[in-house]
């Protein structure tokens, strides 16, 4: 099939910016786009093609099962688009932070080396709800799924823009969905020699291929979390139910 052929090709080799930074290939994005099209198959095969080309005849492309930019950059809006944070922000809006007096502690166990992480409740007792199931079904061990990062003060973020030099950019915004308390970091692994949030794309992909991120891919809408597809581990609870 020559669909199946091209994607082949076009997996580990093509050449664009889907989130504004050169990126090479679409291996990394190949787990939420098989979701997306309804695919159990590998993203070289034929039936993952197949599958594509049903889902472009559906959305008014060409169905010829060809991965390309055009056929990602439609997913890609509809992903952002429930990301409820981001609708705040095509309206130029900025949310304020909560009274932070009314955010509360990731459990130890639950959290990075027993960090302090906070979230605003409504979004910790979904990611308690979400890890218990994560445990049962996959049986996680104790570094996996565990966060990272939750709540960020403003001045926080404020303060770390002004060291890093690199705000309003795909890694770091000044204006960051971690203000709300509602956003988490999950720990997924990293690739030999890179941080747990390096966004260089050898550990994104690595990350993209756990069985925790497809568990997440499939289960964590049930929970009323969303993913940014840029950052496997970053996941925003955006509601009781975000399926």
């Known amino acids: 099939m020559e669909a199946a052929r091209l994607n082949a090709g076009s997996l580990d080799a093509l050449d664009w ?24 198959c590998a993203p070289d095969s034929g039936a993952f093609a197949a599958a594509l080309a049903r889902w472009q005849g559906a959305h008014g492309l060409g169905p010829d099962g060809a991965f390309s930019p055009q056929a990602f950059a ?6 952002q688009a429930r990301r409820p944070f981001l609708a ?23 959290a990075v080396e027993g960090k302090t992480v906070l979230l605003r409740p409504e ?16 049986g996680l061990d104790a570094r996996t799924l565990v966060v990272f990062s939750g709540y960020r003060s403003p001045a926080y973020d404020d303060e770390r823009c002004a060291r890093e030099q690199n705000c309003q ?27 747990i949030d390096a966004s260089d794309l050898p550990n994104r992909l690595f990350q993209s291929q756990t069985a925790a991120y497809r568990w997440l891919l499939a289960r964590a809408g ?16 955006a509601g009781p139910d975000s399926d």
Not at 169 to 176: E, K, L, P
């Open 17 to 40: 910016s889907p989130f504004g930074a050169p990126e090479r290939g679409w291996r990394v994005y190949a787990p939420r786009v098989a979701q997306e099209v309804v695919s159990y």
């Open 123 to 138: 979004a910790l007792g979904a990611f308690g709800r979400l890890r218990a199931a994560a445990k049962r079904e996959l």
């Open 74 to 79: 439609m997913m890609k809006d509809a992903w």
């Open 222 to 237: 049930r929970f009323g979390f969303v993913n940014y597809a840029f950052e496997p581990w970053h996941w925003e609870w």
């Open 88 to 110: 705040l922000r095509a309206q130029g809006i900025c949310p304020p932070p909560p009274d932070e007096a009314t955010l509360r502690p990731v459990g130890v166990d639950e």
């Open 169 to 195: 950019g795909v890694v770091r915004a000044q204006c960051s969905a971690h203000r709300t308390g509602l956003a988490l970091d999950l720990t997924l692994g990293a690739a030999p020699g890179y941080a």
